[in-house]
């Protein structure tokens, strides 16, 4: 299939999979004026309540997706309630308990609060914005077959929805949000790296009424973490999908279960620690194993999403590592067919998307998994109760600060001016100074609304009683360049000056690609590099 037979139709950008990351992708392009299709198999979302658990900086996605409101109206659980966790030892009801994953604890370093609902819930909106946007077509009930390309351009060759029948669409570039099984990734050549944990998982959807009764004793909680020493550090997790009914249970299962050869009420029963009544509503099963893409780019095709990477449900990382991916190849993907992006710019998705995915992995959700059966092999409190509960408040104190440390920050990309020998890292820690290659921390400005208000689609000079020739020069940059920029300007005070920095040149995405306190020598190469286009100089700081 050559990209150019055949074609009746040309776009920019060919997303396939509709799911959170593709949807999210097409609303980062089609606001940007992209024109683009986004090729997606299910007509309706898929009715299963996964991927809950979304973060602040996810909820900054949505607030420039032009889609927080209508988010948050979605919710299923009542916002007076709350949507913490717990994890417990042995059983849901037991003796031992502490808060887990206290997304509260980092709030006030993002824009927004976190929130939590259902998958589909969350693809409804996505589905909603999408439509609003003139230049991204939507094809509901297509399957994508075969992904080429060639030196100039990109052709997917689809089945449309019931008698349409076979096309071909091309494009530009075209990136698989397609799933973990992602036939994008194939088609493109490109291979995974395997971490098999080997545990069959399964996901069981029921409703019960007695047992948001018996967790009325956890009020403000939404999701519950039993540890328990048969199972190796892997989890017994339940998870509210509405407030009183409706539940989704996952835990490791023996290898060959199927929906009918195992008793899934006795697991239930002794997971919660009593008998409880349900009625089951779903049972699904998955293999639970670690995999990363070796190249997130091949050419003119890029995966994002599960199909990038996926990993067990631990800590709620896939969905909103995936909508990151989307807001960062959504930019870079928008310059570069605008003129301005240099031709190093779209490599930097893959520089900086793909090291955060493997720490990830390694530095939080393998982690918590060894450590759980570390801790569960050598305490007991039926042993050494004393020992036991030691650790335990110390594992609490650890589930704290875990919370802080997971900052996915981009200080050695090629396309910031980090600090040298620096990496990409989701190991990082939350700071109000703006760092090269980290999220922007919110700020009120002097007129009472926030930086996040002012930020647009494209670049962002904050000033802050920086002298008007150091911004002049910044601009003048940009108009070199044609990159967008707005400038910020304001005091250093009231807050402000815990940005460090008088000067802070903010990406598109929300990074902070440098900052400093005085002009640098060439503001031209600081844009250069952050835009990924060669600069003249050398790789020196040119501050
Ligand atoms: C039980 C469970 C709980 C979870 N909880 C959380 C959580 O709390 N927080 C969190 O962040 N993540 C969670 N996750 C993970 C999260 O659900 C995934 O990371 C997320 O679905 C990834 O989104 P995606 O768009 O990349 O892929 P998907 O959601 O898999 O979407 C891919 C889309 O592509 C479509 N598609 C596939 N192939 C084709 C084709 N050939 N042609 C056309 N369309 C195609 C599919 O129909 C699908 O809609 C959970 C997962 C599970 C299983």
């Known amino acids: 299939m050559s990209a150019f037979v055949g074609d009746t139709r040309l776009s920019q950008v060919i997303v396939i999979g509709g799911g959170p990351v593709g949807l999210g992708l097409a609303i980062a392009l089609g606001q940007r004026g992209i024109d683009c299709v986004l090729v997606e198999r299910r007509t309706e979302p898929q009715p299963v309540p996964k991927g809950q658990n979304l973060t602040q900086r996810t909820m900054e996605h949505f607030h420039f997706w032009h889609a927080e409101d209508a988010l948050r109206r979605a919710r299923t659980i009542p916002p007076e309630y709350g949507i913490g966790g717990l994890t417990t030892y042995g059983t849901l009801l037991g003796d031992y308990r502490y808060d887990w994953l206290q997304r509260e604890l980092v709030r006030d370093y993002y824009f927004t609060a976190n929130e939590r609902l259902p998958q589909y819930e969350t693809e409804a909106v996505l589905r909603a914005r999408v439509a609003k946007l003139p230049s991204v077509r939507t094809l509901y009930g297509s399957v994508a077959r075969k992904v080429r390309q060639d030196a100039s351009g990109v052709a997917v060759e689809i089945d449309g929805p019931d008698g349409v029948g076979r096309q071909i669409l091309r494009a530009a570039y075209a990136v698989g949000c397609d799933g973990s099984h992602s036939l994008t990734r194939q088609e493109a050549g490109i291979t995974q790296t395997l971490s098999d944990h080997d545990r069959r998982m399964v ?272 601009e003048g940059a940009a108009r070199a360049l044609s990159v967008p920029l707005v400038t910020l300007r304001d005091s250093l005070a009231g807050g402000r000056e815990r940005y460090g920095a008088r000067l802070i040149l903010v990406r598109p995405d929300q990074f902070v690609a440098w900052a400093g306190d005085a002009a640098p020598a060439a503001p031209i190469d600081v844009l250069r590099r952050a835009i990924g286009q060669p600069s003249g100089g050398g790789s020196a700081n040119p501050a």
């Open 203 to 474: 996901l069981l959807v029921f409703r019960s009424t007695e047992l948001h009764e018996l967790l009325k004793r956890y009020p403000g909680k939404s999701f519950y973490c039993v540890l328990h020493p048969d199972l190796k550090g892997y989890w017994r997790f339940f998870g509210r999908v509405d407030l009183g009914s409706t539940w989704f249970f996952h835990a490791p299962v023996p290898p060959g279960t199927t929906a009918d050869n195992f008793d899934f009420h006795a697991l239930l029963h002794a997971s919660l620690g009593a008998p409880f009544d349900f009625t089951m509503e779903h049972v699904g099963f998955w293999d639970l194993r670690f995999a990363i893409a070796d190249t997130y780019r091949q050419g003119r095709i890029f995966v994002a999403g599960d199909a990038a990477h996926s990993h067990p449900p631990y800590g709620g990382y896939g969905v909103n590592t995936g909508l990151e991916d989307a807001t960062n190849l959504g930019w870079k993907l928008a310059a570069t067919l605008a003129g301005w992006g240099g031709p190093a710019l779209l490599d930097s998705y893959d520089a900086e998307r793909r090291p955060v995915f493997a720490s990830t992995a390694r530095d939080f959700i393998e982690k918590a998994i060894r450590s759980d059966k570390e801790f569960l092999d050598a305490f007991d409190p039926a042993r050494d109760r004393a020992a036991f509960e030691a650790n335990w408040s110390r594992r609490a104190a650890l589930a704290r600060s875990e919370v802080g440390e997971f900052e996915p920050n981009y200080e050695g990309s090629p396309a910031v001016w980090g600090p040298p020998g620096a990496s990409c890292s989701a190991l990082g820690s939350h700071a109000f100074a703006a760092r090269a290659g980290h999220h922007l921390a919110p700020r009120i400005l002097s007129s009472g609304r926030n930086v996040f208000e002012e930020l647009g689609d494209g670049f962002a000079l904050l000033a802050f009683d920086a002298p008007d020739s150091a911004v002049e020069s910044f």
